[in-house]
Nanobody, 126 residues
């Protein structure tokens, strides 16, 4: 079992930056592929970024060029740096994990992940 807890959400000014963290419990983080998704009211869960066990990254088209995903296996923590926030960015932001993933595995689909954090709300003010 893996527990994921996100932090760093809240109110951000348009054009500003945001750094989200996802802390994982247990000793499986190093064996896990990780991802970030977001979901706005009435919309489907949208892929933001993913990072494999080996550090391979993948980004969604809607945020490409504005985000960077990273991980620190020693701290069991994944990060999402998001810049130039736009009015369409407000949503609940979720981190996700796939334990015992292949070394180079990443996925842009929610079905690729078995564990999810509760998700902080991100709001953008104009």
């Amino acid at each position: 079992q893996v527990q994921l807890i996100e932090s760093g959400g809240g109110l951000v000014q348009a054009g500003g930056s945001l750094r989200l963290s996802c802390a994982a419990s247990g000793r499986t983080f190093g064996n896990s592929a990780m991802g970030w998704f977001r979901q706005a009211p009435g919309k489907e869960r949208d892929f933001i970024a993913a990072i494999s066990r080996s550090g391979i990254t993948q980004y969604g088209d809607s945020v490409k060029g504005r985000v960077a995903i990273s991980r620190d296996n020693a701290k069991n923590t994944m990060y999402l740096q998001m810049n130039s926030l736009k009015p369409e960015d407000p949503a609940v932001y979720y981190c996700a994990a796939r334990v015992d993933a292949n070394y180079a595995f990443t996925s842009a689909y929610p079905s690729g992940y078995a564990y999810w954090g509760p998700g902080p709300q991100v709001t953008v003010s104009s």
